[in-house]
């Protein structure tokens, strides 16, 4: 039976190139942002949207996500309310795609919110990604060319990363990524030797 592994870590901490590093070695991985961001588009879930958050956040029918996050992420209640109506649609979709993986010794699973959740407890294994505060702040000022106060505000609404190690099997700390892949190939190893003795 194919084992399945939450890959979690707060935002910035890189969890998304670990994951990538994880499907160069052959493991199937499935991002659940990547694919909520995918179901975000479906007619049902833009409806749904609609009706929760009202016509201000949509520009000639088409959703503007900056005007959604600018709400969900300023407000514990409506991002309670988006991933309610998000979630969802995500477990369901994985679970097809989980279905075709029948022979595969273990999948990924990559969330940013896998504890918020409590999906953590669907998993048989967990890997949380670490970086130190800074450099996760960094990290998603660049990418998302935002300020520090937008980044702490979303670092505010997830777990601390001791709350998060607290629950994992696996620790990954990315600082460097050639140590970081040196990390990822040990617990390869290890997951590749468990699968075979289960």
Request: net charge neutral; glycine share 6%; hydrophobic share 40%.
């Amino acid at each position: 039976m194919t084992k399945t592994i939450g890959l979690t870590g707060g935002i910035g901490s890189g969890k998304t190139t670990i994951a990538n590093y994880f499907q160069s070695k052959g493991v199937p991985v499935y991002i659940a942002d990547n694919e909520a961001r995918k179901l975000m588009q479906s007619e049902v879930i833009l409806e749904a949207i609609k009706n929760s958050f009202g016509e201000s956040i949509f520009e000639n029918g088409v959703l503007v996500r900056q005007k959604l996050a600018g709400i969900v992420f300023n407000d514990a209640e409506q991002l309670k309310r988006l991933n309610s109506i998000i979630h969802p649609a995500v477990k369901e979709h994985f679970e097809e795609w989980l279905a075709q993986k029948k022979d595969i010794p273990f999948i990924i699973y990559e969330a940013a919110i896998l504890f918020e959740n409590g999906n953590y407890k669907n998993f048989d294994t967990i890997i949380t990604v670490t970086a130190p505060l800074e450099t996760r702040i960094q990290r998603v000022i660049s990418r998302d060319q935002t300020n520090k106060e937008q980044v702490m505000k979303r670092v505010a609404a997830q777990w601390t990363d001791e709350e998060r190690i607290s629950k994992s099997d696996y620790v990954i700390e990315n600082t460097d990524f050639v140590e970081t892949k040196i990390k990822i190939d040990e617990i390869l190893k290890i997951l590749k030797i468990k699968q075979k003795d289960s």
